[in-house]
């Protein structure tokens, strides 16, 4: 129970598990002398039936008899009334830079688009749907040591917040990750999440005024750091 927006967060009992029947294709083609390098196409079908869906009711609308929560919201979670279809298409392209001077062979780019489309029955909407995205990745490995560096844009997305009028706001979040081999069975590591602390801000649109800043949220980055240790065991027979 959250008193201070006034929602109250319950189950479903009669919530239906979701189903699926999923259709993909793929085209690649490779090139190069390491066989490693590609551009590639993924188109895939998706057609969801019971898709779970937020909900949010009155005290009324939910049956409430708690008198103490008569002005209450109640969140919940509902199935669609008719099938989901999710289509998506994935552009990519991965390339190991061996023609580089020898320090740089071990440089690889890999960068992809992701288009996503939902069809909803009427009244139904799916929240958090993110439509565009483009994601890139450079790395580089020489002997020991390995680092690389990503970054994802996400075009608007939504709705959120079981509101269709609220969305995120376009934003790129950038991450770097690194590792070193101390020997044959021991390395360490380290990961960096969100390293230029992007903050989520979800706008509201309102019909003859200009969009306005409806949360703004900021988690920072996210550190780890680690030690990798792999054993292997010998039998004598």
């Excluded at 801000?201 to 003859?208: D, L, N, T, V, Y």
Aim: charged share 20%; aromatic share 14%.
């Amino acid at each position: 129970i959250d008193d201070d927006n006034l929602i109250v967060t319950t189950p479903n009992p009669g919530l239906l598990p979701e189903r699926s029947e999923k259709i993909a294709a793929s085209l690649s083609y490779f090139f190069g002398n390491s066989g490693i390098n590609n551009v590639q196409i993924v188109a895939t079908h998706t057609k969801t039936s019971n898709q779970t869906l937020g909900l949010r009711l009155t005290a009324e609308e939910y049956g409430n008899t708690d008198p103490a929560l008569a002005d209450y919201e109640f969140q919940s979670f509902s199935n669609a009334s008719s099938p989901v279809t999710w289509n998506t298409v994935e552009y990519s392209y991965q390339q190991y830079l061996s023609f580089l001077p020898r320090y740089f062979q071990g440089t690889s780019l890999t960068t992809s688009y992701t288009r996503v489309d939902v069809d909803t029955p009427t009244g139904v909407f799916v929240g958090g749907v993110i439509p565009n995205s483009v994601k890139g990745t450079l790395g580089w490995r020489y002997n020991r040591f390995g680092i690389s560096f990503s970054a994802i844009w996400s075009d608007d997305s939504g709705p959120w917040l079981n509101n269709i009028n609220r969305y995120q706001k376009a934003n790129t979040k950038c991450d770097f990750s690194g590792s070193i081999r101390i020997t044959e069975h021991v390395s360490f590591y380290f990961a960096a999440r969100n390293v230029f602390q992007q903050s989520h801000r979800i706008m509201e649109k309102s019909a003859g005024n200009p969009d306005v800043l409806y949360r703004y949220e900021n988690y920072g980055s996210n550190w780890t750091f680690g030690r990798k240790c792999s054993f292997e065991r010998g039998f004598i027979k």
